[in-house]
């Protein structure tokens, strides 16, 4: 008989045999490691190609496939640099020719597109079309990002509007006066507001 807070003795009548015995988890563990590491050599294979990578196949016959693009950025070649310094033709308005703007306006699309996080606070809010400068749309059609302009030490004049249809609008002095761009449409993705 045990009292409470008595610590147990051992059993002089039993033997090691006796003991109730322990299970085994040495194959199930065995097991669950086998099949991870199996699902990561699918999961390797499915990515990296049967070749394993960016190799072409020898023994494969036909025609050898090019590499797919790397997801990384890279520098771009001398003449994508030029094609990206083109001057954008605009609907309304003069062409935005000078090749400083043309850069930043394209990195704000790019960065539009890839979403959250932007570079300032405001990026990717609701603009509001106050001035009624831009064609009346539901409100939160509108999305506004900052475009850098060089020397201002704060957000500049200069922003790009962007609406839901992916018509975009830039403007140099603070929305006092837009220009429409004439480029495929950009879909922004929105920041969460309060």
Known sequence: ?????????????????????????????????AALVMALV??????????????????????SVAAPASPLPMAPAPAARDADDAPIPVVEGSPV???EQVREIRRVLTLAARGPPYPHRQDGTSFQNRERRLPQMPRGHYREFTVRTPGESDRGARRLVIGKDGVIWYSVDHYQSFRRLNLPPVIPVPVAEP
């Open 97 to 99: 020719s000078d090749p």
């Open 42 to 63: 699918v999961l390797v294979q499915a990515f990296a190609g049967p070749t394993g990578g960016n190799a072409p196949s020898r023994s494969a016959p036909g025609p």
């Open 1 to 33: 008989m045990r009292f409470p807070g008595m610590p147990r003795l051992p059993d002089p009548f039993r033997g090691p045999r006796d003991r109730p015995r322990r299970r085994r988890r040495r194959p199930v563990v065995l097991g669950v490691g």
